[in-house]
């Protein structure tokens, strides 16, 4: 098996859907590997790498919102792309919520599938490249753009790629009021469905780890307009 191949591990509980996934992505040179149980999903996902991992919710054994919180336990990194038939913004909302990176709604055009997980295997690739000493900083926190590390007042931070993404984007643009329509665009790398509330809910996410615990807060709301990331005076 050749090693520089992305490993990209599918949950799925149909088969026809499983298997057309893996023949499109192994076409495209990835290595695949399909499990149609949450709970073998998770169990595969726990001893195995990959670089990114396709996840349906209604699954037999574990619906895939627990396959997605145990492997956030262990993983908080890898990419997870939820594809599923639950299209309601409270089924994303809860995707979102125990740590999806994304969500695509069946039924789905692959072309859209890939682009997606070239957007994140691309990302990921970048977070492996050598350390520079790249660092961003806003106040007490700081992103080390290489090795993608973040700390605030000296505590270790951990965020899913797609938190990192977000927050990277915001301290960029320190200072700076950055629409929710802008934040779609540039973090998402795509138009995403302006119907969910998911940049607010990714804000909240961020909150949570960086301004929670402590006096100074970063992350501002400016109502009507979007977002703006500055030492709060």
């Known amino acids: 098996m050749n090693t520089d191949l992305k490993r990209i591990l599918i949950v ?20 695949t590997e399909v499990a149609y149980d949450g709970l073998i999903g998770s169990k595969i996902a726990s001893a195995n790498h990959f670089d990114l991992i396709i996840l349906d ?11 997605c919180k145990n492997i956030r336990q262990r993983n908080p990194n890898v990419p997870i792309l939820m594809l599923t038939a639950l299209g309601e913004a409270d089924d994303k909302i809860e995707g979102f919520n125990v740590g999806a990176d994304d969500y695509i709604v ?32 806003v106040a007490d926190l700081e992103i080390n753009v290489d090795t993608k590390a973040v700390t605030r007042s000296g505590q270790t931070v951990d965020l899913t790629p797609k938190e990192l993404a977000l ?12 629409s929710k329509a802008d934040i779609a665009e540039k973090v998402w790398d795509m138009n995403f469905d302006s119907g969910t509330n998911v940049v607010e809910v990714y804000i909240n996410f961020l909150r949570k780890k960086i ?23």
Not at 13 to 18: H, K
Not at 57 to 67: F, K, R
Not at 212 to 233: C, N, P, Q, W
């Open 211 to 233: 301004d929670r615990d402590f006096e100074t807060k970063l992350i501002h709301t400016k109502s009507g307009m979007g977002y703006v990331l500055k030492e709060d005076a």
């Open 12 to 31: 799925e509980d149909d088969s026809r859907i499983a298997q057309n996934i893996s023949k499109g992505l192994r076409e495209k040179g990835f290595d």
């Open 167 to 178: 927050l990277e984007y915001l301290v960029r643009n320190k200072g700076r009021i950055v």
């Open 106 to 137: 069946k039924p789905f055009d692959f072309r859209e599938l890939l682009a997606r997980v070239n957007v994140f295997l691309k990302r990921s690739h970048s977070d492996t490249e050598p350390a520079g000493g790249n660092t961003l900083r």
């Open 57 to 67: 919710i209604n699954l037999p054994s574990m619906n895939g919102y627990e396959v």
